[in-house]
Each structure stands twice: as C-alpha cells, then as structure tokens.
C-alpha cells in the first residue's frame, strides 16, 4: 500500500533570526576589532580571520537541512539530519491539535525529539508551532514556518 504525501516542510538549522543576528553581532565586534587594532599587524589579523569564519559558518548553517516534516496519510514523519532515527506520530492516536506559539522566549535552540516533562518537542527557528496531544497526555511541539498549512494537512490527513 503506498502512503501519499500531503505534506512536505524542510527546517533549515542556520535560518533562525534570533541565533543569527548573534552571529552577525559577533563577526561584527571581530571586523571593528580588527579595524582599531590595525597597526598591530599580528593581532589584529586574528580578528579578521575568526570574523570572516564566522560568516562563512553562518551562511553554510543556512542551507543545512535540521529536519524534515512530512505529512502522510494518518501520520506524520518526521526525519532529522543529525541522527538515522525517523520519527512516525501516528495520527488515529492524536486526540488534540492546535496552534500555538512554539514559546515566549525571544531565542529558542533548535532542538530534534527532546523529551521534556511530558512534551517531545521539534524546532528549528521561527515563532510559531502545531501542538499535538495523544491520548496518553504526550504534547509533541512541532515548530513550523507555515502554521495554517502545516495543522490543513494534518486535519486532511486525520480525516483520511
């Protein structure tokens, strides 16, 4: 029986704008490092290197996939770039869906399957999320950048 694919949402690790803003704010005080310190031809030419490094790192971040939602008829797959194990949520078990800020910080680590006080959560960058509930009480905390689509096709594919 093949499964038909609803859905299809890529989380990218570097494209999170609280971390990334860090970034750019540290490569910054790096190149203003090296700009006041010129005369010093040695020191400074550490500065210019870590800051360069560190822009090269932060755009590389931008393309590197963290995880992959997709959203198949009656579940939902989720697959991370770190770690082989695919996670399957099976959707006849989730009783509750809805949306929701993924959290009131300012900036969140992206996290893949972290088990914390009864909720598994997923995240990658962005505000919001969908928030699953089981009928054991488990809270999957799924971040996403498109919301509205992401609960459509989970609605679609739990109706199907």
């Not at 038909?4 to 990334?20: A, M």
């Amino acid at each position: 029986m093949e499964s038909k694919i609803i859905y299809v949402e890529n989380q990218y690790l570097g494209r999170d704008k609280g971390w990334l803003s860090v970034r750019l704010l540290m490569a910054l005080f790096c190149f203003t490092a090296y700009y006041i310190n010129m005369e010093r031809e040695s020191d400074s030419q550490l500065f210019l290197v870590v800051g360069c490094s560190i822009l090269v790192v932060s755009l590389l971040m931008m393309y590197m996939l963290h995880y992959r939602i997709t959203v198949e008829k009656r579940s939902i797959l989720l697959s991370g770039l770190w770690t082989a194990r695919l996670i399957k949520i099976d959707l006849n078990s989730i009783v509750k869906v809805q949306k929701a800020p993924y959290s009131k910080f300012f900036v969140n680590n992206p996290v893949y399957n972290l088990h914390q006080r009864g909720k598994v959560r997923f995240y990658a960058g962005g505000k919001d999320a969908i928030w699953l509930t089981d009928r054991d009480g488990l809270v999957y905390i799924i971040g996403t950048q498109r919301q509205v689509e992401l609960e459509q096709a989970i609605l679609k594919a739990k109706e199907a």
